[in-house]
């Protein structure tokens, strides 16, 4: 996940195909989500997490802004434009995904490893 998120900060807004390089990364991001997400929630169907509609909670938030930010990308017309973008994804996507794995996922680890 770490290397997608720091594939944004390689990227060379001045490039003629910065849009496509872009769409890729998030098209990255997309499926390692879904594939973590599905994982999660699979887990938390099998061990009873009682906690598991919150974390889902996340799980759509994490989503629905993704898709919110996607759209600010169809926006970009400039070099500019693509930086103040790359740095919003960015901010959000290490911030979200810090707190969601140093706090959301380690509270459902701790209660499946307690459960055994």
């Not at 997309?30 to 598991?52: I, R, V």
Request: hydrophobic share 35%; charged share 30%.
């Amino acid at each position: 996940m770490f290397n997608i998120i720091g594939g944004f900060n390689n990227l060379d807004c001045s490039d003629l195909n910065i849009r496509e390089k872009l769409f890729f990364l998030l098209g990255r991001l997309d499926e390692y989500a879904a594939y973590h997400f599905a994982t999660e929630e699979e887990y938390f169907l099998s061990h009873g997490y009682p906690d598991s509609e919150d974390h889902i909670h996340e799980h759509h938030y994490y989503i629905d802004t993704c898709q919110l930010l996607y759209r600010d990308c169809y926006k970009c017309k400039s070099k500019e434009d693509y930086q103040v973008f790359i740095g919003r994804m960015e901010s959000f996507l290490i911030r979200w995904w810090f707190h969601h794995i140093s706090e959301k996922d380690v509270e459902y680890a701790s209660f499946i490893k307690n459960k055994k």
